[in-house]
């Protein structure tokens, strides 16, 4: 018996995403081609687009499909011409390192600039001010951008009332595949794409489209709007845990995340010992090369190297039980009982 509490590092894939998915590999056809084949591609990208949209109220013509959160974030900064740009220290790296010149947010925002801003944070699921930035931002004829990876389908997520002008997406955050992700650019945005080739996604991505990749992120998108809400799970944890240390605890969080440190408990510990037990989860981000770094957003967050290094992220998704979350009790309380007693 397994327990996946990763969800903020990748969701399990929705069944019908995957049905949707498998149908569309089987057929051939580049979306790009005027026959009846690549008509059929064609329809199967714009019916995801519609859903993809409609997820975050914008409208299909502004969805730029692309192969992950990651490119969006860097079509973002690297495509609109903007001489200054910032960025909130909590950023993903996608955001921190799309660009060499960005700067702190906490600046002053000089005019016509480009400002970064995630709606929900990836390691402790704290919620940004986005809209009121974003109202600041148009103040000074500027734009804004949203990563907005980790808030689909987990709070309701609104592109146009945000009043940003670019959104990020993911679809393997909520339920679609790995490899594939969208920037909604609003109407009338100019972006030069990164990618430099075919004329595809209205000249701002090159490159043939990943039409069952697509096919996945639209429907996973669509069941994605009836959102469940994981706060009763979420708090039951912390509630049993009152010996952790919860991060963010304090503001407004996505209801599926909480970080939490085991004090004197190094996350590595943490990490092998609740997986040895069956449960997955993760120490503060998931790091792409494998390898535990301190947090940057605890670092940001004032909180000290010490207790930093013995904190976990636990998310839960859209097909978390509560078996999920007494296994996971179980395995912290008896790891907490023994460190302590040992130290003792
Ligand atoms: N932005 C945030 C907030 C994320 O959490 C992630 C992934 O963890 C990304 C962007 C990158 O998305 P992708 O994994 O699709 O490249």
Redesign the pocket.
């Known amino acids: 018996m397994v327990h996946y509490l990763d969800h903020?590092?990748?969701t399990p894939i929705r069944p019908a995403a995957l049905a949707a998915m498998s149908e569309a590999l089987a057929f051939t056809g580049n979306a790009s081609s005027v026959h009846a084949w690549g008509r059929r591609a064609r329809k199967a990208v714009e019916d995801a687009r519609e859903c993809v949209a409609a997820l975050v109220n914008a409208k299909p013509e502004e969805v730029v499909f692309t192969a992950?959160?990651?490119?969006?974030?860097n079509l973002a900064l690297r495509g609109v011409t903007c001489a200054t740009i910032y960025a909130s220290a909590i950023?993903?790296p996608?955001?921190l390192k799309a660009r060499d010149d960005i700067r702190p947010l906490d600046e002053q925002i000089e005019e016509g600039s480009l400002v970064s801003m995630?709606l929900?944070?990836?390691e402790t699921g704290a919620i940004q001010p986005v809209a009121e930035i974003a109202g600041h931002v148009k103040a000074r004829n500027g734009f804004m951008h949203c990563?907005a990876?980790?808030a689909a389908g987990r709070i309701p997520v609104d592109f146009a009332a945000l009043g940003v002008d670019l959104m990020?997406l993911?679809?393997?955050?909520i339920g679609g595949p790995?490899?594939?992700?969208a920037l909604i650019v609003r109407d009338g945005v100019m972006l030069a794409s990164i990618l430099k080739g075919g004329g595809q996604e209205r000249s701002q991505r090159a490159g043939t489209e990943n039409v069952a990749g697509i096919v996945g992120f639209g429907v996973a998108a669509a069941e994605a709007r009836d959102i469940r809400d994981l706060a009763p799970l979420r708090d039951r944890i912390e509630a049993a845990l009152p010996e952790a240390v919860v991060f963010a605890a304090d503001g407004a969080r996505i209801p599926n995340t909480s970080c939490l440190a085991m004090p004197g408990v190094a996350a590595e510990t943490q990490l092998m010992t609740f997986d040895l037990a069956g449960v997955m989860v993760s120490a503060g981000?998931?790091c792409s090369s494998g390898k535990l770094a301190r947090s940057h957003v605890l670092a940001a967050m004032g909180v000290a190297d010490d207790l930093a290094d013995c904190a976990i992220r636990v998310s839960l998704g859209w097909n978390s039980t509560d078996a999920d979350v007494d296994a996971f009790v179980a395995a912290w309380r008896a790891l907490y009982a023994r460190t302590h007693r040992e130290a003792a």
Not at 170 to 173: E, F, I, T
Request: aromatic fraction near 0%; charged fraction near 15%; proline fraction near 0%.
């Open positions: 903020n590092a990748t992950s959160g990651t490119e969006a974030n950023e993903h996608s955001v995630m929900a944070n990836n990563d990876v980790q990020s993911s679809a393997h955050k790995q490899g594939v992700g981000s998931a």
